[in-house]
């Protein structure tokens, strides 16, 4: 996996501006916060996006990758407003779930999620090296 930073750029802070990977691509489905019963424990947005990260993690275990294959993320939040306000609980809880590990991402605001009760949905493209 080789970040791609184009000299000059400032490095941004929390994801990559690209990443070039080769090997076995793994696809999650956008993920939410709710546990393995389909039960949310929190209607707290960092909360939620702790859960959401460890369901990630818990999908890529079963293609044998971990979260430092991760290559992209798209985030469909519900209030970009809630979203900035939550930035350091969510930084915590990223760097405890996914580690100092910043992929490609994408934050979009929605107008909704089909459970009502999430406040986010991620998606996630892994590549693992053959």
């Not at 460890?54 to 469909?76: F, K, S």
Request: proline share 5%; glycine share 10%.
């Amino acid at each position: 996996m080789h970040i791609l930073q184009p000299p000059g750029w400032i490095t941004p802070k929390g994801y990559s501006n690209g990443i070039a990977a080769t090997g076995r691509t793994i696809c999650v489905s956008g993920t939410i916060g709710w546990d393995a019963q389909g039960r949310f424990h929190t209607s707290d947005f960092a909360g939620q996006t702790r859960q959401a990260l460890q369901n990630i993690v818990a999908v890529l275990a079963e293609a044998e990758a971990g979260p430092e294959h991760i290559v992209r993320m798209t985030w469909y939040v519900l209030d970009k407003k809630e979203y900035v306000a939550a930035y350091k609980e969510i930084g915590i809880a990223y760097r405890e779930v996914i580690g100092r590990h910043y992929p490609t991402m994408t934050a979009v605001q929605v107008a909704g999620l089909i459970e009502d009760q999430a406040r986010l949905e991620i998606e996630v493209t892994a590549i693992v090296p053959v």
